[in-house]
């Protein structure tokens, strides 16, 4: 055949160069080969509330299957509305301050995209969820990277105050903290408000575990502080909330202003959402029992975990909320503790049946201070064989 005419499939310039396969799913995969228990990834192994799935069966039988409205479903956005002033006491409008979205990943980006334009510095706080950087740089956006303390994950507010330039367009907070479980204190999220007070930077707050927040604490809110929600996008999951993360539904909370912004990319990255999950969730939250018990939910899962890892050589780092317990590998009793974290945690996959995520994967520079992430939202059944396993060590 003549070159000149075969088929050509055209080079392209990454617009992410540097992103490959997520450690999730490379463990995820190293799990299923090994018939490992699998505490990486983080979903559930259960399933949500048999009434939930009624709620989207009778939606789609009632004919609510095409096309709902770009912002969402209007009695789901109320729904919203409601539950936020009820918890943390600020009224968002349903029509111009809250928008449906396909899951939190996706209202952050669309966040990012709204507000970030090439060369505006972005702060994030290591570790950090792993979409946060790939979505700065795909808005031409210049990430600024300010770890937590190591060991405590607390935020270091000298070191944030020293990141802010004139160039700062926006800081990411999470709270509860993925991956550490650290939950920022109302102290914590004055200190914050004060240091925003005097500049224009938008604040794009990943509240998707609010509802896991442990032993009687509240979770302190960005809509709780009046400072920080006028500058605000709040983010929140419903997958997160009622063991549906499959189902990819979210919500944006924002003032007017931004929320308008955040609209004009929505609607072209996404459009809309699923809509007979809209109508069921908005039916769901008629009860307020399954997010107000959620927390006690988890707690007990968290406390089965750690009391088994307390019979172990791992040491456990403070879990106040999400559903993700932190373990400090150096005092093992096995020589595999002194490999770098990611290949520990290929390690105890392979040959101990238990996957794990290295929180290195979660540190832009890969930093390694032997500290690996479990995830407890798990059948008890599952926990107590992960532990029966870890208990070698």
């Known amino acids: 055949m003549d070159t000149k005419t075969q088929p050509r499939t055209p080079a392209l310039a990454s617009r992410l160069p540097q992103v490959g396969t997520t450690i999730f799913t490379v463990m995820s995969t190293l799990a299923a080969e090994h018939g490992a228990v699998n505490l990486g990834q983080g979903f559930p192994d259960f399933g949500c509330d048999p009434a939930l799935l009624d709620a989207v069966d009778t939606a789609m039988r009632a004919g609510h299957n095409q096309y709902p409205p770009m912002t969402g479903v209007p009695a789901l956005r109320q729904a919203m509305a409601d539950k936020v002033e009820a918890l943390y006491g600020r009224r968002y409008h349903p029509d111009t301050e809250i928008t449906v979205t396909a899951g939190a990943t996706q209202a952050i980006l669309t966040a990012i995209l709204a507000v970030v334009h090439p060369g505006d510095e972005v702060i994030v706080l290591e570790p950090c969820y792993d979409s946060y950087v790939p979505n700065i740089e795909l808005a031409g956006g210049r990430v600024v990277r300010v770890p937590l303390v190591p060991g405590t994950f607390r935020p270091d507010f000298d070191a944030i105050a020293q990141a802010i330039t004139p160039r700062t367009r926006a800081l990411i907070v999470n709270t509860p903290h993925n991956p550490s479980g650290m939950c920022l204190t109302d102290a914590e999220m004055r200190r914050l408000d004060e240091l925003l007070a005097p500049t224009d930077i938008v604040l794009i707050s990943d509240e998707v575990y609010e509802h896991m927040v442990f032993d009687g604490l509240p979770h302190h809110s960005a809509a709780r502080y009046p400072g920080l929600a006028a500058r605000a996008f709040i983010v929140s999951s419903f997958g997160k909330t009622y063991h549906v993360t499959g189902w990819k539904v979210g919500t944006v909370l924002a003032p007017a202003p931004l929320t308008a912004e955040f609209r004009k990319v929505h609607q072209f990255n996404v459009f809309t959402v699923n809509t007979p999950m809209q109508h069921a969730l908005a039916a769901y939250m008629a009860d307020p ?44 009793g096995v020589a595999e503790r002194d490999l770098p974290e990611a290949d520990f945690c290929r390690w105890l996959t392979s040959e101990i049946g238990v996957a794990a995520i290295p929180l290195s994967a979660f540190y832009g520079d890969g930093f390694d201070q032997k500290v690996v992430r479990f995830c407890f939202a798990k059948k008890d059944e599952t926990l107590v064989e992960a532990l029966k396993r870890l208990s070698r060590l």
Not at 293 to 303: G, N, V
């Open 289 to 332: 029992a399954p997010y107000r018990d959620l927390p006690a939910f988890y707690q007990r899962k968290r406390d089965l975990f750690r009391e088994g890892l307390a019979k172990t050589r791992f040491k456990l780092l403070p879990g106040e909320g999400t559903y993700f317990q932190c373990v400090d590998i150096s005092s093992l």
